[in-house]
C-alpha cells in the first residue's frame, strides 16, 4: 500500500503522520458585532465549501489495462489489507476486492463493499436529511452551512444554489452540476436534449456493437455521438458510435477525433468551416448552436417554444410528450 501523499509505501493517507490537524476557527465573544460575526461566518462558509468531497478523476480511463495493472499487483502481494474502520469479517483479502487508483498504478484503501456501503449510507443520510423539502428550503441551508454560491462541476461557474437542480442524495442537496450544463446531459425518453439542440435525425435505429470501438472494453456500453449534439452534431447513424463508459465519459461532450461535414446538422454547415482543425471546430460550433439556443428558447416567448417543439415532433415522428417537455424547459428556462 502506498500513500497518496507522502508517496511512502506501509499506510495510506488516512494515517500518513505528515497530515497537519486542522486548526479549529477562533470563538466569537458573545459582545462582537454584528457586522464581524457575518464576516466570520462566511469565512467559515467558504472553509466548509473548500471540504466537500470533489474529484478529478471522473472519466480516467483503466478498462483497457486493469488486468495488466491487477497481474503487476498480484505478482508483488496477492492480497492485501482494507483500511475501513467499519470493514466487517477478515480484512486481508485479494487485490482484485479493491478498485484501482488514479492512472491504475495501485489500489484504493477501503476494499469495493466497503466503498459502496459508504456511499449507501451517505445517500441515506442526504435522503433522510432533505427528502420532503422544497428547492426553496434546501436552498435556504445551503446557504447557512455553505455559503453564498456554489461552483459547477462542469462549467465551474460560481453560482447562486437556485441556478442548480435539486438531487436529494448529494450531501449538498444540490446537483454538482448548474441547470444549463445539466440540460445538455438530458437523455432518454422525456430527455430536453433533443429540444433544446435539435439536432437532425435520420430515423434509423443504431445496434449498439458487442465492445468499445476505442479500447474494446465491455463494461456499461453506451451509444455516443462522434460529433457531440451539444456542438451542431447530428443525430443520425452516421454520427454514432459504441463507448464503454469509461471512454464515453471522458470524450464527454468534446471533439476529440476526426469528424466530416455529413455529422453535422444542415442548420450549421457552412463551407468556411475547417474540420482539419478540431480546436477551432469547437469553438466556432459552440458558438452557432449557442446562438441558436438564445434565439429559439433564452429569449422565445413560451408559446413559440411550443410551436417549434411540436414542428420538431412532427417532422420526426417523435412519441414524447409535447406538455411534458413545454412544462420541463418552462422550469428550467423560467419562462412561468
Do not use: W
Not at 423539502?133 to 453560482?159: P, V
Not at 449557442?290 to 412532427?314: G, H, M, P, V
Request: aromatic letters at 6%; one cysteine or more; a positive charge.
Amino acid at each position: 500500500m502506498k500513500c497518496s501523499i507522502c508517496k511512502q509505501e506501509g499506510h495510506n493517507k488516512r494515517s500518513c503522520k505528515m497530515v497537519s490537524t486542522p486548526v479549529s476557527a477562533p470563538k466569537i465573544e458573545a459582545k462582537t458585532d454584528v457586522k464581524v460575526k457575518h464576516q466570520t461566518y462566511i469565512e467559515m462558509s467558504e472553509v466548509k465549501l473548500k471540504s466537500q468531497r470533489k474529484t478529478k478523476n471522473l472519466g480516467f480511463n483503466t478498462a483497457k489495462t486493469q488486468d495488466e495493472s491487477y497481474a503487476e499487483i498480484e505478482a508483488q502481494n496477492p492480497t492485501i489489507r482494507c483500511s475501513d474502520g467499519n470493514h466487517k469479517g477478515e480484512r486481508t483479502l485479494p487485490v482484485r476486492n479493491f478498485y484501482l487508483n488514479k492512472a491504475g498504478k495501485g489500489l484504493q484503501g477501503a476494499c469495493i463493499i466497503c466503498q459502496k456501503n459508504r456511499r449507501a449510507n451517505r445517500i441515506k443520510r442526504s435522503r433522510d436529511k432533505f427528502g420532503g423539502k422544497n428547492k426553496q428550503e434546501i436552498c435556504d441551508m445551503y446557504l447557512k452551512e455553505y455559503g453564498q454560491t456554489k461552483t459547477c462541476s462542469k462549467c465551474n461557474a460560481s453560482k447562486s444554489p437556485s441556478e442548480f437542480p435539486i438531487s436529494i442524495s448529494m450531501e449538498t442537496g444540490l446537483h454538482n452540476q448548474c441547470i444549463l450544463c445539466s440540460i445538455g446531459n438530458s437523455q432518454g425518453n422525456g430527455g430536453l436534449r433533443d429540444f433544446i439542440f435539435m439536432p437532425d435525425k435520420d430515423g434509423i435505429k443504431y445496434i449498439k456493437k458487442d465492445k468499445c470501438e476505442r479500447c474494446s472494453g465491455i463494461d456499461k456500453l453506451a451509444v455516443d455521438h462522434i460529433l457531440p449534439i451539444a456542438k451542431g452534431g447530428t443525430d443520425c447513424i452516421t454520427n454514432k458510435q459504441t463507448l464503454c463508459i469509461h471512454c464515453n465519459s471522458k470524450k464527454n461532450d468534446t471533439i476529440d477525433c476526426v469528424v466530416k461535414p455529413e455529422f453535422l446538422s444542415i442548420r450549421y454547415k457552412d463551407e468556411s468551416l475547417d474540420f482539419t482543425d478540431n480546436t477551432t471546430l469547437s469553438r466556432i460550433l459552440s458558438k452557432k448552436v449557442y446562438e441558436f439556443r438564445q434565439k429559439n428558447i433564452d429569449t422565445a416567448l413560451l408559446e413559440d417554444i411550443r410551436n417549434s417543439i411540436k414542428d420538431y415532433i412532427k417532422k420526426h415522428n417523435l412519441g414524447h410528450n409535447l406538455d411534458r417537455i413545454v412544462g420541463k424547459i418552462a422550469t428550467f428556462f423560467k419562462k412561468n
